[in-house]
């Protein structure tokens, strides 16, 4: 079988995604070979500081293939980063690096040479300063994607928040019937192609306990009745529930994925029942798209102490 290479952007130089790229490696051999694009003298300096030995296989870019590729070796598209030390401070630096790792995989993609693409942590404040909500709504926008949703999945459990990286006071201005259905629609379809059966999922409610002192009531008004036109359609869904209920046991137990109204409702129960346990996907993109699920986390940079397994979870998804 003809595995296609897994493009990797390191992206934030000075975050822990080094480290836990290289335990990655040791983990286990994977089918797929793994293109890394990153700079080759900060890897070389971090590898000297974590004390990590890995032969590099320095790649030379083509408009049409990617030439000599190592199962055994770092393969690296080196993008040049001036720097004298393997650590230093997260700052606006890194933006133009950043920005031509993506640019480079996002060819690569786009020549077909790929269709796996994993991205490292960057920072929301220098990278995308406040032009995108994150990384998903940067990769949209740049593959002309209109309909995209947040996906973190771990076999088990996943959840979609409706609005990512939104602040709360803007959240209840952009909850519709039209989003709820796009949403549920692309999660319903990576579950029937990637993952093999048509999902069971639960919606939850923006109010607690979905009922609201005010006298426009979200849960009734848009979540209802979206519930109500969703199993019209055909899709397997229920709600809207109480968020402080579902993630019970016996509760969520019978959903394969939960979405939530707004960021934290499901990504701080889901992170704390399954850690790093559960890999960022991102749907609708015309290739696949994981995100470790960590920050550059710059606390603990150079300690060697991160856990790689989000990023084993990605690079396992896939390696087929």
Not at 17 to 41: D, G, H, R, T, V
Not at 42 to 57: A, W
Not at 102 to 124: H, Q, Y
Not at 172 to 189: C, F, G, Q, R, T
């Amino acid at each position: 079988m003809n595995y296609k290479p897994i493009i990797v952007v390191a992206g934030e130089p000075n975050s822990i995604f080094m480290e836990i790229f290289l335990k990655s490696l040791q983990y286990k051999k994977y089918k797929s070979p793994i293109i890394l694009i990153a700079s080759y003298s900060l890897l070389k300096l971090q590898m000297e500081k974590l004390d990590y030995k890995f032969n590099i296989n320095l790649l030379d870019f083509y408009e049409s293939k990617i030439w000599n590729l190592n199962k055994k070796k770092i393969n690296l598209i080196n993008v040049n980063y001036k720097t004298t030390k393997a650590f230093e401070k997260i700052s606006s630096k890194s933006k133009k690096y950043i920005v031509k790792c993506f640019d480079l995989a996002l060819k690569l993609l786009e020549l077909n040479i790929s269709n796996k693409l994993i991205n490292g942590p960057i920072s929301k404040k220098y990278f995308l300063e406040k032009k995108y909500l994150g990384v998903t709504e940067y990769l949209a926008e740049k593959t002309n994607q209109k309909k995209f949703a947040m996906l973190i999945f771990n076999k088990k459990l996943s959840v979609c928040p409706l609005t990512t990286h939104l602040p709360l006071k803007l959240v209840s201005k952009n909850i519709n019937k039209k989003l709820i259905l796009e949403k549920v629609s692309l999660i319903d379809a990576f579950y029937k192609k990637s993952i093999g059966f048509k999902p069971n999922i639960a919606i939850l409610g923006l109010n607690p306990h979905c009922e609201s002192i005010d006298n426009y009531n979200e849960d009734e008004k848009i979540i209802k009745p979206s519930v109500k036109n969703l199993i019209k359609l055909g899709f397997k869904i229920s709600g809207p529930y109480p968020a402080d209920t579902i993630f019970l046991k016996n509760n969520r137990k019978k959903f394969d994925v939960i979405i939530g109204m707004y960021h934290d409702q499901v990504l701080t129960p889901i992170k704390t029942l399954f850690e790093y346990d559960a890999i960022n996907i991102t749907l609708g993109l015309p290739f696949i798209r994981i995100s470790p699920d960590h920050g550059p986390n710059f606390s603990m940079l150079g300690k060697n102490l991160s856990d790689p397994k989000s990023l084993i979870e990605a690079l396992k998804f896939l390696d087929k």
